[in-house]
């Protein structure tokens, strides 16, 4: 398995609105690379990006894989989906 490398953005950086799973999957205590995501969340890139831009669609297994990923509760991972899902009802 290959080492991870840091995160790009600091862990306790605030997330745009709307943002906040993308920010957990992409700037959160570890960085991925697309392949890594795909490989452990056993997602493909095209449902990777879907569930990034409207994660209102995140199924329980696929929050559970996120979880255990990231190394955090799920309840992290469903919070992050649920405000970014309000986000999105905001604006409409």
């Given amino acids: 398995m290959k080492t991870l490398s840091p995160p790009s953005a600091p862990p306790g950086a605030t997330p745009p609105v ?9 700037h959160g205590r570890f960085s ?3 392949r890594e ?6 997602m493909t890139y095209r449902t990777i990006k879907q ?3 409207d994660p209102s669609g995140l199924t329980v297994a ?3 894989r996120v979880a255990e990923l990231l190394a955090v509760p799920v309840q ?3 919070d992050a989906a649920l405000a ?7 604006k409409q």
């Avoid at 709307?18 to 992409?26: A, S, V, Y």
């Avoid at 970014?84 to 905001?90: L, T, V």
């Fill in 76 to 78: 992290v991972v469903l």
């Fill in 37 to 42: 995501l795909q490989e452990h969340l056993q």
């Fill in 62 to 64: 696929e929050a559970l």
């Fill in 84 to 90: 970014d899902a309000q986000a999105a009802g905001a």
């Fill in 51 to 53: 569930r990034e831009a």
């Fill in 32 to 34: 991925f690379t697309e």
């Fill in 18 to 26: 709307g943002q906040q799973f993308r920010h957990l999957l992409r």
